[in-house]
Structures are given as C-alpha cells and as structure tokens.
C-alpha cells in the first residue's frame, strides 16, 4: 500500500460526539492525576519516615511509614488502572493522533512503561518486604520507587510539553517526515518548567490532604505523637513546596507567553494586542499594566492579543480564564498558610494551635486538588483547538467510531464506583488499630 | 529494521499471556473457590498474586506502546475499529486493579467474598476481551484507516470468539500450575493438590479448545489457517502441541516447575506461530515494511529499549528470587528486630534532629534559587531552579527533622478515641 494512501486514511473525519471524546478524556485525567501526586511525593514521605526511624529509634515513625506505605500500595494499584485506561484512550479516542505522531512521541512512553516497571516491582518489594528483609535493605529498595515516580513523570510530560511546544518533525503531506524523537522529547524549552510545576504540585497536594486528614484528628483533640509526626512531616512537605511554587508558576507563565501567546491571551481575556497590558482581578479590579509585569517581567511589553488569530484557532476563553484563576488564586492561598506553619514550626518547635489554622488546613487539602485540576485545564484546554500545538486539530485526531457517549458514560459509572472504592479503602486503612503497625519487638514474640 | 519491533511485540504478548495470564486465571479460581475451603484456596491465591500483578501487567503496556510508535498507522486501524472490545478490556483492567486495592481494606469474609466475585468476574472479562481484539486481527477484519472496519463483526467472529475463550482457558491452566507449585513451596499439600486437578481439567478444556481451532480457522480465517498448516507456521504449531501435551503430563507427574516452563513454551510457541502464518502482512494489504515508522524512530525505541532493560532485569530477577525463595510467605520468621524499645533507642544517633541553623540555611538557599529564578533568564534561570530545587529538599529534611519542644507524652492515641 502506497505511504500516501496510509497518510490519507487517517485524513478528518465526521465525528458527532467530539466533545463528548474530549470530556471522557478529560474525566479520566481528573482520576489519574491526583493518584500521579501520591505516586510522585508519597513514596518520598514515608521513606523518609522510616529513615527517621532508623535515625532516631523512635518507633512511632516506623508505624507511621508501615501504615502509609500499605495506602501507598491502595494508591498505586488505582493509579496502575487509570494510567492503563489513559494509554487505551490515546488510540480508542485519537487515533489520527496517534496515526500520525505515535512515532514521534513514542519513546516516551516506552521510557515511562520501564519506569512504571520498575516503580511496580519496587513498590511491591518494600511493601511487602517489612520484616522480612535486613532493615537497611528494606530502606533502600524505596529509593527505585522514590526515582521511578520522578522518571515515570518526566517521561509522561515530556510527551505533553511536545503537544504544547512540538518540534523535532516535519509535516509533508499530512505525515510527520524527518523526525527525531530524542529532540523532541528532551530538547523542548516546556519540558524543565511542565516538569518542575507538577512534582512541586505533587508535594502540595499528598502533603495537604494528608495533613487534612490528619488535621480533622487534631481538631478532634487527638494530639498524640504518631498524629503530631504525620502532621509535621506532611505539612512540612507541602509548606516547603508552596511558595516554590509561586515562583515555578511565574517561570512557566512567562515561557507561555513567549511560546503560546494565545494561550496567555485567554488567561486574561486579552482581546487586542496591548503595549502595557492590564491585569483584570474579578470582581472588576484592574491594576494597568500588570499583565505585561507578569508574563515578561517589563510593565511596557507588548502582550499579544486573541484577535491576531482567527476565531478558529482561539481556545475557549472562559474555561481557561476560570481555571487560571482558580488555580492562581488557591495557590498563592496555600502558599500564605505554608508561611504561618513554617513560622510557627520553626521559631517555636512545634505545631500551630490556632483552631483556624487546621480549619484552613481541612480545607486546604481538597483546594489543593481543585487547584491541581484548574491548573491541568488552564494548560490543556488552553492548547485547544489544537492537540499538537499548531499543527494538528483535535477534530482532526478524533476516532470514527460510534458510541463515544455509551462509552462517556459507562467509564463515568465505573469512576464513580472506584472513588467511592478508594474512600471505603482508605476509611478501613485509618480504623485499623495501629498496633497492626507497631514495631517488630512484639511481633517478633507473637509469631515466634 | 522494521521487523525487529513486531518480534519484540510477540515477546511482549507471550510473556503477558504466560504472566498476565497466570494472572488472569487465578482470578477464575476464586470464581470456583467458595465455602470454607474455598477461603484458604482464595487466600493462597491472593497472597501468591498480589505482590506480582502489577509488574505482570506492564507487559500489556509494552506491548501498546510499542504497536504505536512503531507501527502507528496499524495500531491506530486496530483501535479504532476493534474499539468495543478494547473498552470492555480497559473496564475490565480497572475493576481487576480496584479489586486488588479493595482486598487491602475487606475485613470480613462476607466483604473479601464480594470483593473476589468482582475480581473474578472483571479476571475472566479481560483475558476474553483480548482474545477477541486478536481475533479481529488474526481473521483480516482491520482495515487500515481511522474505524473503517465493522464495528460489531470485526470481533464477534469465529476466530475472536475462539481465541478468547482459548485465552480464559489457558489462564485458567497457567495460574493453576504456578499456584499448585507455590502451594507446595509453603507445604500445603491439600490446597497443592486442589490446583492440580484444576490445573488438569484446565489443560484438558484448552487442549480440546485448541484442537477444535483448526476447523473453524480453515472456513473464518483463510490466510491463518494456510499459513499455520504449511512451513514454519506449522513447525511452531505442532510444538505448541507437543510442549502443550508435555505440560498436562508434568501436572500429572506433580513436577510442576517443568510444567510451567513446557506451559509457557507452548504459548511462545503458538504466538509465534501466529506472527509467522500472518507476515509479510500486518493489515490486509499493508505490509509490515510499509506500516513501520522511519528508521529513526525504531532506532530511539530499541535504544530506550536496551537502556531499559538493563535496570529492568536485574530488579525483575530480584524480585522472582524474594518470591520464589518464599521470603514474603507469612510462614517465613520475620527479620529479627530490635528486642525491645529501648535496645532501639540506644542504637539510635545522638545527632538525629537537626539544629535551627540547619533549617534556617536550607530556607536561605531555597530563597536565593528562587530570587534568581524570578529575574533571570536562560541558563543563570536553569541555575536558579537547580538551587532552589536542591535547596527545598534540604529545607524539607532539616525542619521535618526539628526536635520538638514538647516531650512526646503520649505516642499512639488511646484505644477510646
């Protein structure tokens, strides 16, 4: 069969149900990324509670890492099937993507599937490797998984930083020629800045809705020394990584504004190409220039506006708009409260104790998850209509086939149905008494 | 160069049929396992499986990922068209993955006895789901081009229907064989002897399964048939039977590792056989020369491929080795601990908590990073995020570690609370 034959067969076709694709699409992300920050930051956290056991003898750390790592393994195995689903999604809903452009962004992938291997082996080995392996080796064998999580991502997002910023091809005749996969991959400027401002979004969100959980507790009057050593190293993580994220999220700000200028448009709804662009905080607050300060750090640059691109070809404003600020707005909130933790922890060597501070707490860790999510919708609903940026149409990628929505909504139901699974989980986890944790000292003598 | 990607595909599919697929068939067995005994053949099949079936699993993704960056334009004819069957696998794979997580929270028999229906019923839906994709393949009814085959016949056919049900049944007989050989490891005869018979009706279902395959591929699939009864096809064929004949007689005999190694030989055999009846061809009409993506891009996966494998082996074999040596089975003594708190506490450093200073640098760091991440550009930015990065993880350990001014007076709450 001749090349431009193949070429053609994938060429656009009539798809009802594009939005509908979209939204599957997009609810199955929603499902997994939460579970990609505790695959990232999770293991992190209780390798370095165990470590402290090690370090300190104190065995309170060693029950709190024993305990974690068991909703770790819960996490990951949810984790392994909505990653699985998002992988079948990329052929059973974009074909004409995949037709086109597996070959470019392959490798990635390829790298992540060892990655994933490699987390699942590992995983798997300090999980069910307590008591059961020499107590510095069981230490070590976290360490793959703390590594496989940050390369497992960096595989993943590389992938997305090429959709975003895509080169390393040509396009002749509706067919990616010339290709280097390793430039396009790891040469791309969005790849460091994607990267960076999801593992620090990692920290922010398994540290918050840890501390959440555990933060309800405290209000509770539980101030025991296993609840105070969870709540210090959770909220310690995300305290620590909050504010860095700030300064993450200017970085990529003004690299969006050099490379996708459309897409910074629409954080602001900036309609004409402005010369000292204002910044507009609802509800109609408007600091002049400020736009122009933020995306290139000079109050008299020049901001690109929609109208130098037809309607066609812009992004649906109001959502990107929305989740920009939401995300902007939750995160400089979550930053506010990191500062008052890490005050209060560090000058006074202990937690806060203002009732209103775990308030915020409580509710800090579900924002952080909106927060997680505005910001994932600011970044790919912002690249609509393109699925690689500039190149190639989302319509152009969809599937022919029939039945997206009986699809939509049996995946919905089954979501649904796992959510609720993994609450039920986690609530069993937390009512088991935590002597089922408790050291090796007592085990030892009720086994032997 | 283009065909060393589809041999590495096969690979991938065998070693999934054979791992997976133990995978898959344990999960039919729980179907079977009910009442009393029933409890300790399920809990044997749990704990046998439970620590493996994600790394058996990733095979699958292998075998995705590798189809479409090197193949894309035939990857993306077969999803798009054998689409219903794909999704149901795809549900199939997360009821299987949630079974396995809810497993974690069941506390009584009741719960764990709903949680392994699930289990069973999504173990069963999968292997059968995928047995239909390879069908539609098998028996050309993927044309190329975005869903331009049949969206119902592609995979409600003769020969789908008997791959899948051929891939149930030869799950069914792998799980039994390897669960058999590790009852037996942990010296527990009766449930050893319970997966033998099942390991033996198994091997005999899917022996008539597969012997029933020829006639209904001579009049469904043509092209499979003439390319599995001539030639090379045929050689990989009569193996598969022959290695497959070999296996039942081992079970028989109780040597069941043998009989893995005979099992899975037959697998290998057979997928191989598959690849060889079906070439030069991928699709009807296309050919995999002409279906295979540039040079290039085959060269970056094979390299990411090696690259890969030289972590991946060493930490798979580590695991089978802790597996198989039976180091996780709960009847192993655990390693011995400290034997008391306070033998614990005297091994401990004097050092542990970091000081104020320590945590008051780390910030300092991080700040700097961040200040010259804010007002640079280009490289003094890349230097800045690398400060600041290193910096923020200095900070995490050194006020984490911060001793606390209270003492610890009571270190787990009180039962009542």
Redesign the interface.
């Known amino acids: 069969m001749p090349l431009d034959l193949i070429a053609s067969a994938f060429g656009p076709v009539q798809q009802e149900y594009l939005l509908e694709a979209r939204q599957m699409q997009a609810m199955s992300f929603v499902a997994h990324i939460p579970l990609v920050c505790f695959g990232v930051a999770f293991p992190a956290l209780v390798v370095f509670a165990e470590w402290r056991h090690h370090r300190t003898g104190d065995p309170v750390y060693r029950t709190l890492a024993r305990r974690w790592s068991k909703i770790m393994l819960a996490l990951f195995a949810v984790g392994v099937v909505s990653g699985t689903i998002l992988s079948f999604e990329l052929g059973l809903l974009w074909p004409g993507f995949m037709a086109t452009f597996g070959d470019v962004f392959g490798l990635g992938f390829t790298l992540e599937g060892f990655s994933f291997f490699i987390e699942a082996i590992f995983i798997a080995i300090y999980v069910y490797g307590w008591d059961r392996l020499p107590p510095r080796t069981h230490l070590l064998t976290g360490i793959p998984v703390i590594l496989s999580g940050i390369t497992g991502s960096f595989f993943v997002i590389a992938v997305n930083a090429w959709m975003n910023n895509p080169s390393g091809f040509k396009m002749e005749n509706g067919e990616a020629v010339d290709i280097d996969p390793w430039g396009a991959l790891f040469g791309n400027s969005y790849l460091a800045h994607e990267m960076v401002h999801m593992y620090v979004a990692a920290y922010i969100v398994a540290g918050f809705l840890l501390a959440s959980i555990y933060g309800w507790q405290w209000l509770k009057g539980n101030r025991s020394h296993y609840v105070r050593t969870a709540l210090t190293i959770s909220l310690t993580a995300a305290a620590v990584a909050a504010p860095v994220q700030l300064i993450v999220g200017d970085w990529a700000a003004r690299t969006v504004a050099e490379e996708q200028p459309i897409k910074l448009a629409s954080f602001e709804d900036l309609q004409e190409t402005t010369k000292g662009a204002p910044f507009d905080i609802p509800p109609g607050i408007e600091i002049p220039d400020m736009l122009s300060l933020l995306a290139f750090h000079d109050p008299n640059a020049t901001v690109t506006g929609l109208d130098s691109v037809p309607a066609d070809d812009r992004p649906p404003v109001g959502i990107v708009r929305t989740s920009f600020l939401t995300m902007v707005a939750i995160g400089s909130l979550l930053a506010a409260l990191a500062a008052v933790f890490l005050y209060v922890r560090v000058r006074k060597r202990r937690l806060p104790e203002s009732r209103w501070f775990w308030r915020a707490t409580i509710v800090a860790g579900p924002l952080s998850v909106v927060a997680l999510i505005a910001g994932w919708v600011t970044t790919e609903v912002g690249r609509q209509p393109w699925v690689v940026y500039g190149v190639m149409r989302t319509e152009d990628a969809v599937t022919g086939a029939g039945g997206i929505p009986i699809g939509y909504a049996t995946l919905a139901i089954v979501y649904a149905g796992v959510l609720a699974a993994v609450i039920w989980i986690l609530r069993r986890l937390a009512a088991r008494p935590l002597a089922e944790d408790a050291p090796t000292a007592t085990e030892g003598a009720a086994g032997g | 160069m283009a065909e060393i990607p589809i041999v590495l595909i096969l690979v991938g599919l065998a070693a999934y049929t054979v791992l997976g697929g133990a995978d898959f068939g344990a999960g039919l067995w729980e179907l079977t396992a009910r009442g009393e005994r029933g409890a300790a053949l399920r809990d044997h099949t749990h704990r046998s499986m439970?620590?493996?079936w994600?790394?058996n699993?990733?095979w699958?993704?292998?075998v995705?990922?590798?189809a479409?960056?090197?193949y894309?334009?035939a990857?993306?004819?077969i999803?798009?068209?054998l689409?219903?069957p794909?999704?149901v696998?795809?549900?199939g794979?997360?009821?299987?993955?949630?079974s396995?997580?809810?497993r974690?929270?069941?506390?009584t028999p009741r719960e764990e006895g709903r949680i392994s229906l699930l289990f069973a019923f999504s173990s069963v839906l999968t292997p059968f789901a995928l047995g239909l994709v390879v069908g539609g393949i098998a028996s050309n009814r993927v044309p190329?081009?975005?869903?331009?085959g049949d969206?119902i016949t592609s995979w409600f056919n003769g020969t789908s229907l008997l791959i899948g049900v051929l891939a149930v049944a030869t799950a069914a007989y792998l799980a039994a064989v390897y669960l058999a050989a590790d009852a037996r490891r942990m010296d527990s005869e009766d449930v050893a002897e319970a997966f033998r018979k099942r390991a033996l009706i198994a091997g005999v279902v899917a022996g008539i399964l597969a012997a029933a395959g020829p006639f209904i591929l001579n009049s469904d699939a043509p092209d499979i048939y003439d390319g599995l009864t001539s030639g090379a096809g045929l050689v990989a064929l009569l193996a598969s039977g022959a290695a497959g004949v070999t296996a039942l007689a081992l079970v028989a005999k109780r040597r069941y590792g043998a009989a893995r190694i005979a099992a899975a030989t037959a697998v290998a055999a057979i997928v191989a056989g598959w690849g060889l009846a079906q070439q030069p061809e991928i699709l009807p009409?296309?050919?995999i020369d002409?279906?295979a993506?540039?040079d290039?891009?085959i060269t970056?996966?094979l390299i990411?491929?090696a690259v890969?494998l030289l972590?991946?082996v060493p930490?798979?074999l580590?695991?089978f080795r802790?597996l198989l040596s039976g180091?996780?089975d709960p009847a192993?003594?655990?390693?011995?601990?400290?034997?008391?708190?306070d033998e614990?506490?005297?091994?401990?450093?004097p050092n542990?908590?970091s000081s104020?200073r320590t945590?008051?640098i780390t910030?300092a760091v991080?700040a700097l990073g961040?200040g010259i991440?804010?007002?640079s550009d280009g490289p003094l930015?890349?230097v800045g995020?690398a400060l600041?990065?290193v910096g923020?993880v200095a900070?995490?350990?050194a006020?984490?570690?911060?001793?606390?001014?209270?003492s610890?007076?009571?270190?787990?709450?009180s039962?009542e609370?």
């Open positions: 439970a620590p493996v994600e790394a699993h990733v699958l993704i292998f995705l990922v590798m479409w960056t090197c894309p334009e990857f993306s004819s999803v798009s068209t689409t219903i794909l999704f696998a795809g549900v794979i997360i009821l299987r993955g949630s396995y997580a809810l974690a929270g069941s506390a190329v081009g975005n869903a331009q969206e009409g296309l050919t002409e279906a993506a540039s290039t891009a970056a996966v990411g491929f890969g972590i991946l930490s798979l580590y695991l802790l180091r996780f192993t003594a655990p390693w011995p601990g400290p034997a008391s708190a614990a506490a005297a091994s401990a450093d542990a908590h104020l945590a008051l910030g991080t961040a991440t804010f007002v930015r890349s995020v600041m990065l923020a900070c995490f350990l006020v984490a570690s911060l001793d606390e001014a209270e610890p007076a009571v270190p787990f709450p039962p609370q």
